[in-house]
């Protein structure tokens, strides 16, 4: 008996991304090696990401797609087998690499929930919570350090807390074992400060160290830096270095940590520790993440009570207790 022959159309009704420069919105249900797109869920500095569904093993995966070929395009392979080294609970986990179309691809687990810059921005999460998940976070980190690379790009919005409430580093497209920031083309219109740069100066410009600035050897002092400017910002609510481009911010960096705000309560001990996590030379930061974690201790020890705070709410509550006090 003779097989039949598919239809025509069977094929044409999948889409695919082949000649596709940027695929976004429009191109759900096309096949990247066996995994289908379903839903486009955001755009990095190097290509897409994607909710996609893994036929073979029945799962949903996100997907990191490049935006198409070109000499970069093995970063986001060896993204894939960067965090293939790395198993923490702390950090996204990495199923496979591969190639299809023309375009690499890195798929891995999907975690649905929020990342922790929109943590610190809604004014209902506490700050001991985004303090608590940014230590989890910092355990990853410590990790990936362990494992002997360099993650170049940590900031809030590449922590992501799960629905389980766990919080896991993702975005590792720059991660490096140590070695020289690599010189590649930068487009100097694309300088905002939360935006990561893939060029000569690799990393986002309101988070990176002054090393990074300055083109010099990237050590694991360099996140330990981006780790202490997002420990500032959750504590303060405001990042400790400001400038309008690159220049600005190595200049401020450079200058020496900032002062703290010391209305918030924030104690001592943390004030220390984060004053030489920010210290503009890296031999003189913390010798590792696990040191500096040690140093800060847990996330109730961050925050003690301000005796100036203290005062004043004693004294609120004497004044709206005046009435039920005084003589009827």
């Given at each position: 008996?003779?097989?039949?022959?598919?239809?025509?159309?069977?094929?044409?009704?999948?889409?695919?991304?082949?000649?596709?420069?940027?695929?976004?919105?429009?191109?759900?249900?096309?096949?990247?090696?066996?995994?289908?797109?379903?839903?486009?869920?955001?755009?990095?500095?190097?290509?897409?990401?994607?909710?996609?569904?893994?036929?073979?093993?029945?799962?949903?995966?996100?997907?990191?797609?490049?935006?198409?070929?070109?000499?970069?395009?093995?970063?986001?392979?060896?993204?894939?087998?960067?965090?293939?080294?790395?198993?923490?609970?702390?950090?996204?986990?990495?199923?496979?690499?591969?190639?299809?179309?023309?375009?690499?691809?890195?798929?891995?687990?999907?975690?649905?929930?929020?990342?922790?810059?929109?943590?610190?921005?809604?004014?209902?999460?506490?700050?001991?919570?985004?303090?608590?998940?940014?230590?989890?976070?910092?355990?990853g980190l410590a990790a990936t350090h362990r494992a002997g690379l360099v993650h170049?790009?940590?900031?809030?919005?590449?922590?992501?807390?799960?629905?389980?409430?766990?919080?896991?580093?993702?975005?590792?497209?720059?991660?490096?074992?140590?070695?020289?920031?690599?010189?590649?083309?930068?487009?100097?219109?694309?300088?905002?400060?939360?935006?990561?740069?893939?060029?000569?100066?690799?990393?986002?410009?309101?988070?990176?160290?002054?090393?990074?600035?300055?083109?010099?050897?990237?050590?694991?002092?360099?996140?330990?830096?981006?780790?202490?400017?997002?420990?500032?910002?959750?504590?303060?609510?405001?990042?400790?270095?400001?400038?309008?481009?690159?220049?600005?911010?190595?200049?401020?960096?450079?200058?020496?940590?900032?002062?703290?705000?010391?209305?918030?309560?924030?104690?001592?001990?943390?004030?220390?520790?984060?004053?030489?996590?920010?210290?503009?030379?890296?031999?003189?930061?913390?010798?590792?993440?696990?040191?500096?974690?040690?140093?800060?201790?847990?996330?109730?020890?961050?925050?003690?009570?301000?005796?100036?705070?203290?005062?004043?709410?004693?004294?609120?509550?004497?004044?709206?207790?005046?009435?039920?006090?005084?003589?009827?």
């Amino acid at each position: 008996m003779l097989a039949q022959r598919p239809a025509p159309c069977t094929v044409s009704t999948v889409p695919s991304l082949h000649g596709i420069t940027s695929p976004h919105v429009g191109y759900e249900g096309a096949l990247v090696g066996r995994y289908r797109l379903i839903e486009h869920l955001g755009t990095g500095g190097m290509g897409s990401v994607w909710r996609a569904h893994d036929a073979a093993l029945d799962r949903n995966v996100a997907l990191k797609l490049m935006r198409g070929p070109s000499e970069e395009d093995s970063r986001i392979a060896d993204e894939g087998r960067a965090l293939a080294r790395v198993t923490h609970t702390n950090v996204v986990e990495v199923f496979e690499t591969g190639h299809s179309d023309g375009r690499s691809y890195v798929a891995m687990e999907l975690i649905d929930g929020v990342d922790l810059r929109s943590m610190m921005h809604d004014k209902s999460v506490r700050r001991l919570e985004v303090v608590a998940h940014l230590l989890s976070a910092g355990r990853g980190l410590a990790a990936t350090h362990r494992a002997g690379l360099v993650h170049r790009d940590f900031k809030p919005a590449n922590i992501v807390v799960g629905n389980d409430g766990r919080a896991r580093v993702i975005d590792f497209g720059l991660a490096t074992e140590g070695m020289p920031v690599e010189s590649l083309t930068l487009d100097a219109d694309d300088e905002r400060e939360d935006d990561t740069l893939v060029g000569e100066t690799a990393g986002t410009l309101a988070y990176m160290a002054p090393e990074q600035h300055l083109h010099g050897p990237i050590t694991a002092a360099a996140d330990q830096f981006a780790f202490c400017v997002s420990l500032y910002e959750a504590l303060f609510g405001e990042r400790p270095y400001r400038g309008d481009d690159r220049a600005d911010f190595a200049l401020a960096k450079l200058g020496g940590p900032p002062s703290m705000p010391r209305h918030l309560g924030v104690s001592r001990r943390w004030r220390k520790a984060l004053a030489r996590g920010l210290d503009p030379d890296p031999r003189r930061r913390f010798r590792s993440m696990d040191a500096l974690l040690a140093a800060l201790g847990p996330a109730h020890a961050s925050v003690r009570p301000d005796p100036f705070l203290s005062l004043m709410t004693a004294a609120a509550a004497v004044v709206a207790l005046a009435p039920a006090l005084l003589p009827g």
